[in-house]
């Protein structure tokens, strides 16, 4: 699986309104543990199975919450079998959902504490940019410590402050065997990485994030670009294809096996944002 991205969908929290059948997905797996169950192809959502309970990786927005939760059942879990919620950044097309989620699961929230500032500081950067997504305003339970894993069953999620799309973005790192094979795979999911909120004129409108943090986010690339990583997930699955395999990963044919896309995919990021300064 080489690196590939593509554009994102146009308009769609419009879509996820009113025809959320033009980008719904049936939801399918990735890793011998995780599984991709937002129900749509906007923005992503993984569900990891951790034997002793399920640990869920942002929400989408509550528009298509629904489709998530079926996602859930599709797969025959429970949706009270989610024990951990754990939010990327806090845009609300990540944690659109956390609340309701919050209320059906009983499962603690989890985000980084810049974030959870930035989302009371400004709601119109992170849960009021679209008019079109209700808001459902929750409590965090737990912040992110780097220094400590989050644990539950076999998995144990280790998180990295990688600012710069938003002042907390967390990405996220863990560990899973082949079943067959017990071969071990390193798993990531980069936090955030859309450009857009580290241009020059967002800086100028933003109530938090400066160029100090587009900085940060440069230098986090090069460090992670030395990152051992098996499997790579995106946050939105444009930004690495992964909808062309949907259906076809079994734990011996693994389709999104490919140690070379975790750097090809941050090194394409950093071109990126670095265009916004040409």
Known sequence: MAFQCETGPKNPVEILAFRPWEIAVNPFQVTPNTYYVSGQSWVGAYLIDTKDGLILI?????????????????????????????????????????????????????MSKEDTEFMKVSPKETIAIDNLCRQQSFEVDCYYDDKEAICLGNIEIHTKLTPGHTIGTTSFFWKETNPLTNAEYQIAMHGGVGAFSMADAYYKTSKMLTPMLRDQFLSDIEEMKKYHVDIALPSHPNQIIIMDRAGSYTHVSQPYLDETVWSDFLEDRKNQVLSLLI
Do not use: C, F, R, W
């Open 58 to 110: 942002d929400t989408g927005i509550v528009e298509s919450l629904y489709l998530l939760v079926n996602s859930v059942y599709e797969l025959g879990y429970q949706i009270t079998d989610i024990k951990k919620i754990l939010i990327s950044h806090a845009h609300i097309d990540h944690l659109g959902g956390a609340a309701a989620l919050k209320k059906l699961t009983g499962a603690p929230i989890y």
